[in-house]
């Protein structure tokens, strides 16, 4: 496993200007590292907006208290995949598999496998899951295997199925303690994205056509879930992160998801985050830029091409590799607006984050019959400020970027002065790339937007019957 990170030595007041080009991304292998001795808890009370916040210098507790490991161990498995070969058999799609992987490295604690109808009932209405103990953690999206008619006949009496790699044809989990209940596609639908209209990028890809069953119970996963795409040195466990921020003698983490290229202005976001948190009192923030890596619709840019432009915005030196870690977050997406965010929040707390980065519309797209925004923009902040089982994770709204023509470079949108700022979508930015136009000097870093280049260059030279030679791209 492999991170790109390092660490700020001061943090400027100020906008944060481009750090000396380097020549290469420090790649730092975190499962070798040893864990520091915890410090002693020094508790600190400062203010987040309105709010008292109580500051520590131990990484934040995950939902339950303990983070769910369940792969099985070296030792044992073998033998489990053995018992694997002789149990009732459920084929797994690319999509279920990514989810397989998510609970079998804990972003989903206290979760130890497929959700029962009783979680998935919590989840759907409650967006929240109440444990044993009475206390409430959030859960915002349905976390489900879908079997057919055929699956649950052939299934029969047994109490545990093996689940397989459709593409590989190899046993990956066991299911043990099964419960099979009702699939209710037109109301899961309906409570997760709130609309029932078609088009939906998730629910058509994994719901619609999905079976009338789900299956729920306890995982027991093989061996770890690797995709040998050349990525896998990127996806660190929750475990692995915690690891390297206690490592790095981290007082507070700062996580940032996005699913897009990183332009300045996401830039701007984060370096002002971390000088806002040394304002607040911590001595050593550090920012845990995290990709989506699961699904994703068509026209998003591809996971691949995505690393390959973060790893330059690192080396042409907008973000300090000193203080930034990136990791791929392996979670399918649903884009369901306010009720996904929530879900986007609760597993950083697993993996160690104690404030979120959130913006405008986050998890939202366009309407898939309407000429609209699915959600309203400013809801995914207001929910997660309010939402059960988030109170520990403190939120951090951030302003508008854009833009600044007087000053050639994106700031915060001043809006005294509306029209020196130029705000560019991404729909305009995907066009500027498509055809191989430049956008204003201090948009993106050379590097990054050339990545985006060669990305929608390789889609045209694709259309027109090549194979491009940067289709695959070595981080």
Partial sequence: MASMAAMFTKSPTTTTPPLPKTTKTHFIPSFNLSIRTQKPRVRVRVRVGSRRVVTSSELIEPDGGK??????????????????????????????LQWVHVLSEGWASPLRGFMRENEFLQTLHFNSLRLEDGSVVNMSVPIVLAIHDSDKTRIAVSRRVALFDSASDQPVAILNNIEIYKHNKEERIARTWGTTARGLPYAEETIVNAGNWLIGGDLEVLEPVKYHDGLDKFRLSPTELRREFAQRDADAVFAFQLRNPVHNGHALLMTDTRRRLLEMGYKNPILLLHPLGGFTKADDVPLHWRMKQHEKVLEDGVLDPETTVVSIFPSPMHYAGPTEVQWHAKSRINAGANFYIVGRDPAGMGHPAEKRDLYDADHGKKVLSMAPGLQRLNILPFKVAAYDKTQGKMEFFDPSRPQDFLFISGTKMRTLARNKENPPDGFMCPGGWKVLVEYYDSLASAENGNIPSTARVAV
Wanted: charged share 45%; glycine share 0%; proline share 7%.
């Fill in 67 to 96: 983070l769910m490991d369940l792969v099985v161990e070296e030792p044992l498995r073998r033998e489990k995949k053995r018992e694997a070969m002789s149990l009732p058999r459920i084929n797994l799609s690319k999509i279920d």
